[in-house]
């Protein structure tokens, strides 16, 4: 069982960053591809970026290509989202996701945070 917490989440003005945190309890973290996702009101939940265990591949959204960068520290169990050049679209609830399989695929992800809400104000 893994349990993930986020935290880093909060309002800015558009064109703002924020960076996202996502620790996990257990042991073996670095054998779980990690995921970001999100979801805004009234919208299905979305892939945002996802790393491998080992950090070496990594892959994004086209929407937040360039301006989002996702990375691991394994020896503290956490993953992080640098968000950059935030826009009023990036405005959602972001969670982080763990998973021996996942890709950009949601459902191959089998641990969830709780997730933590990001507001870009225009």
């Known amino acids: 069982q893994v349990e993930l917490v986020e935290i880093g989440g909060g309002l800015v003005q558009a064109g703002g960053s924020l960076r996202l945190s996502c620790t996990a309890s257990?042991?073996?973290?670095?054998?779980?591809?990690m995921g970001w996702f999100r979801q805004a009101p009234g919208k299905e939940r979305e892939f945002v970026a996802a790393?491998?265990?080992?950090?070496?591949?990594?892959l994004y959204a086209d929407s937040v290509k360039g301006r989002f960068t996702v990375s691991r520290d394994n020896a503290k169990n956490t993953v992080y989202l640098q968000m950059n050049s935030l826009k009023p679209d990036d405005t959602a609830v972001y969670y982080c996701a763990a998973g021996t399989v996942g890709t950009i695929n949601r459902l191959n992800y089998d641990y969830w945070g709780q997730g933590t809400q990001v507001t870009v104000s225009s």
């Open positions: 790393i491998s265990g080992s950090g070496g591949s990594i």
């Open positions: 257990g042991r073996a973290f670095s054998i779980y591809r």
